[in-house]
């Protein structure tokens, strides 16, 4: 199993980025996926998740209505566009996939991590 995060970089107070992650080893499809986040300092936080064959999203209070997930199964591919981007949601940004279909399940597999920068 294989995740490779890109797309991070400096941006200003209210630009977009787009992340994504690719993976190899294993059928995207049928796990689920999330991405997290960790600031200096801080804890990794839940981002948002979708769960296998994408059927549901879900999102963290702090980003809800600002970033969306999504998969592309052809690419083998997870994706985090954010937008309206805050000084707050600077930190490094990693993916994980989940054991089963569901987020609620254990994640052991992380990507690198991608930093994304966002000034004010």
């Known amino acids: 199993v294989q995740l490779v995060e890109s797309g991070g970089g400096l941006v200003q107070h209210g630009g977009s980025l787009r992340l994504s992650c690719a993976t190899s080893?294993?059928?995207?499809?049928?796990?689920?996926m999330s991405w997290y986040r960790q600031a200096p300092g801080k804890e990794r936080e839940l981002v948002a998740s979708?769960?296998?064959?994408?059927?549901?999203?879900t999102y963290a209070d702090y980003v809800k209505g600002r970033f969306i997930i999504s998969s592309d199964n052809a690419k083998n591919t997870v994706f985090l566009q954010m937008n309206s981007l805050k000084p707050e949601d600077t930190a490094v940004y990693y993916c994980?996939?989940?054991?089963?279909?569901?987020?609620?399940?254990?994640?052991?597999?992380w990507g690198q991590g991608t930093q994304v920068t966002v000034s004010s």
């Open positions: 994980g996939k989940h054991v089963e279909t569901m987020w609620t399940s254990a994640i052991y597999y």
């Open positions: 979708i769960s296998a064959y994408g059927e549901r999203t």
């Open positions: 080893g294993f059928t995207l499809s049928r796990y689920a």
